[in-house]
């Protein structure tokens, strides 16, 4: 029985660093679309643009994703407010 426990909790624990190893690569490919549609590059241009940004700023590819996504939200955000100002 706790052979079995202890398997199972050592399942639990991969399946639970699966699944931040997806989510990290889901941000990272959202980060890439965003390079590809904003800056007209290919997954590839893309993909190694992050990589020099992290290896620069000696980060993991998921972090300078992840503020890369905080940044276009922020666009995104003040998109109508920007907008607004440069009408008045």
């Given at each position: 029985m706790r052979q079995?426990?202890?398997e199972l909790e050592q399942?639990?624990?991969?399946?639970?660093?699966l699944?931040?190893?997806l989510e990290e690569?889901?941000?990272i490919d959202k980060a890439k679309s965003v390079l590809?549609?904003?800056r007209q590059m290919n997954e590839?241009?893309?993909w190694h643009c992050l990589r020099k940004m992290a290896m620069e700023?000696?980060?993991r590819m998921v972090e300078i994703a992840r503020a890369?996504?905080?940044v276009k939200a922020l666009w995104q955000h003040d998109a109508p407010t920007s907008l607004h100002n440069e009408r008045a």
């Amino acid at each position: 029985m706790r052979q079995q426990a202890r398997e199972l909790e050592q399942l639990s624990g991969q399946l639970a660093s699966l699944k931040d190893t997806l989510e990290e690569r889901q941000l990272i490919d959202k980060a890439k679309s965003v390079l590809m549609t904003h800056r007209q590059m290919n997954e590839e241009q893309a993909w190694h643009c992050l990589r020099k940004m992290a290896m620069e700023k000696n980060q993991r590819m998921v972090e300078i994703a992840r503020a890369l996504l905080a940044v276009k939200a922020l666009w995104q955000h003040d998109a109508p407010t920007s907008l607004h100002n440069e009408r008045a």
